[in-house]
């Protein structure tokens, strides 16, 4: 009897401990409550299209305009009518030579300029390091962007720094030796580019300078793009580019140009004349603002005709023809909280529960957007009473009130 009170006791004990160690385990691991960090979050509403630029040109024709060809003006710089905009050359590689013959010239510049150069001038080598760190994250910014104007910028002020922390350091005194083998190399070159007979290539009109040639100059341009069906449209921005001869270039009639696309009737309630809106095309990093010019229902289809009038006009959007891009129309930005987070206070108002140094406290909402399992409050910055960035935001648990400790 007694061997069977302590098996019975031992029984009991081992299952205390059983449930003891696995009450603890749950303590440990199980949190009746879970958080998430605020953050700043931005959602557009936007329309994906494919589309045609527009402008009026005129063809800058050459009858050796297969051969190499040289250019005066960068695309979308304004120049003046017969004045010279390029050259033609005999040599295929004359063109190649005029590059680095420019390429040289400026290493040479340099090198000059970090020779005339001493400590005193410089500044201290700190002054110098933070130079070179400095050209170093700007030439990977350019890289990462593909922006290539940029990256020889940055190319030519870390080139600059090198020589400089050169020149403090004693290491180079001065760039004779070097500077005299990239002048004979580059005098070498200009005398080669000097022999290849060339023709003067002149601007028929005054306006703003395109080198790339396409084959839609006939095609489409400002006078007869408002009398194209949808249909017609969307034939040009399926139609293959192709390489026109013998032409050097275009000269575009003005700064203003269009981009014109094609949308159902649902989307085409997004447009009406002179609402302004964001264009991101394929291939440039920074969006472009325009104007709704012109809004044409296509009487023929179910399709409507929208006009986008642009003032803004570089090197980046000279070449664009046929281009895909994303309309924006509006872009909401706040904080981010999920859906689940939002809660109530007991005079009604909309908020959530934050943990705070370890306390409950509640924070005012205002909702600006809803998503699918969020939402964006607007973000007001300072005010304590109201929701801010990186505030711990509860999203789970129960029993929640403010003024709640919670280890």
Same mark, same amino acid.
């Given at each position: 009897m007694k061997g069977k009170m302590i098996k019975l006791l031992a029984a009991v004990m081992s299952a205390f401990f059983i449930f003891y160690a696995g009450y603890q385990a749950y303590r440990f691991f199980y949190n009746p409550y879970q958080t998430e960090i605020t953050t700043e979050y931005?959602?557009?509403?936007?329309?994906?299209?494919? =589309?045609?630029?527009?402008?009026?040109?005129?063809?800058?024709?050459?009858?050796?305009?297969? =051969?190499?060809?040289?250019?005066?003006?960068?695309?979308?710089?304004?120049?003046?009518?017969?004045?010279?905009?390029?050259?033609?050359?005999?040599?295929?590689?004359?063109?190649?030579?005029?590059?680095?013959?420019?390429?040289?010239?400026?290493?040479?510049?340099?090198?000059?300029?970090?020779?005339? =150069?001493?400590?005193?001038?410089? =500044?201290?080598?700190?002054?110098?390091?933070?130079?070179?760190g400095s050209a170093v994250a700007d030439y990977a910014e350019a890289l990462d962007g593909k922006n290539l104007s940029a990256l020889s910028s940055a190319k030519e002020s870390l080139l600059l720094a090198i020589n400089k922390k050169t020149v403090i350091t004693g290491e180079e005194n001065k760039f004779e030796d070097r500077i005299a083998i990239l002048s004979a190399e580059c005098s070498e070159l200009k005398d080669e580019i000097g022999a290849d007979a060339a023709e003067t290539v002149v601007s028929p009109k005054t306006g703003y300078f395109i080198s790339e040639v396409d084959g839609f100059e006939g095609l489409i341009n400002k006078e007869n793009m408002f009398e194209m069906t949808a249909a017609q449209l969307e034939d040009i921005i399926e139609t293959q580019v192709v390489t026109v001869e013998p032409a050097v270039g275009k000269i575009a009639d003005d700064y203003k140009w269009y981009y014109v696309i094609s949308v159902s009737d649902e989307e085409a309630k997004s447009f009406y004349e002179g609402r302004s809106v964001e264009v991101n095309f394929d291939g440039i990093n920074d969006s472009i603002k325009f104007k709704v010019d012109s809004v044409l229902k296509d009487e023929t289809s179910e399709n409507t005709i929208v006009f986008l009038l642009c003032e803004k006009f570089t090197s980046e959007v000279a070449s664009l023809r046929q281009v895909s891009a994303d309309i924006v129309f509006s872009t909401i930005s706040g904080l981010r909280v999920s859906q689940s987070a939002v809660r109530f206070d007991n005079e009604q108002n909309m908020g959530v529960f934050i943990l705070d140094r370890g306390e409950v406290k509640f924070r005012k909402i205002e909702i600006s957007y809803e998503g699918n399992g969020y939402v964006i409050a607007k973000w007001y910055r300072g005010e304590t009473g109201n929701l801010q960035l990186y505030d711990e935001v509860f999203t789970a648990g129960s029993d929640l009130y403010v003024g709640k400790v919670i280890d």
């Open positions: 931005s959602v557009s509403e936007a329309l994906h299209v494919h =589309g045609v630029a527009v402008r009026s040109e005129t063809l800058i024709e050459s009858e050796y305009a297969s =051969g190499s060809v040289s250019y005066v003006y960068e695309d979308a710089q304004r120049v003046l009518k017969n004045k010279t905009v390029a050259y033609t050359h005999a040599s295929a590689d004359t063109v190649d030579k005029m590059i680095r013959a420019e390429e040289l010239e400026k290493e040479i510049s340099l090198l000059q300029e970090a020779s005339r =150069g001493n400590s005193q001038l410089y =500044g201290t080598m700190e002054f110098i390091n933070t130079q070179i």
